[in-house]
């Protein structure tokens, strides 16, 4: 599976949308990007996935580049709760499992 | 809602002792994966389990084993601990084409 890259850490004004960049330049045709947030002392939680439509539910948005190589998960009003390690990774949706590499991710930190 | 349930949320070891994680999910899920965390070091992938008693390695199998003897369970065995294995244990499965659901982790100290 591809490997992302994404910045450290981010800030946020609390009620503003939050942008959170990923870099998937190797990305293969057959794989999806995949979202997901760690709170503090959980386990990490699904937020979206996409293989090159942008998507949306509940909880954000996903905006994939045409050419694949990048996407954006959108927080459209972020709170203090969306305070959070995000993780970007890619991956193949196949019978067996996968490794998956989470990176570093990025802590987005939401400010009142 | 899928579960996945590690069986304890903190575990205090002594060297040398052998420890067993236990994972459990309520989703009839094929695939479980056992993941540590480290600050600085991100999630890394020790062992995965794609169907009952079969396992694959990850990127860093070494000092642990694992155990799939039945669908729901995934276990994942220290034979002998050691202090460089204090971490966050986290557990995880999926079906196909579904995003992975992880447990809220286990986190082992090795005194």
């Known amino acids: 599976d591809a490997k992302t890259t994404q910045p450290p850490s981010m800030d946020c004004a609390e009620g503003r949308a939050a942008n959170l960049p990923c870099n998937h330049s190797?990305?293969?045709?057959?794989?999806?990007v995949y979202w997901y947030r760690q709170i503090h002392s959980q386990g990490p939680q699904y937020i979206i996935h996409g293989l090159k439509n942008n998507e949306t539910n509940e909880m954000a948005s996903l905006i994939i580049t045409e050419d694949r190589k990048s996407s954006t998960l959108i927080l459209p009003h972020a709170t203090l709760r969306d305070t959070a390690v995000y993780y970007c990774i890619v991956r193949v949706a196949r019978t067996n499992a996968g490794k998956s590499t989470f990176g570093d991710g990025t802590t987005l930190t939401v400010k009142p | 809602d899928v579960k996945v349930t590690q069986s304890s949320r903190y575990l205090v070891k002594r060297t040398g002792e052998k420890v067993f994680l236990e994972c459990v999910q309520d989703m009839d899920h094929e695939n479980m994966f056992w993941y540590r965390q480290d600050p600085g070091l991100g999630l890394r992938l020790i062992y995965f389990?794609?169907?009952?008693?079969?396992?694959e390695k990850g990127d860093i199998p070494e000092g642990y084993s694992v155990s799939r003897e039945k669908k729901e369970r995934f276990s994942l065995i220290l034979e002998s601990a050691s202090t460089n294995q204090t971490s966050m244990y986290l557990c995880a499965s999926e079906a196909y084409h579904s995003p992975l659901h992880f447990g809220n982790g286990t986190r082992l100290t090795v005194t």
């Open positions: 190797t990305i293969s045709g057959n794989e999806y």
């Open positions: 389990s794609y169907d009952v008693k079969m396992k």
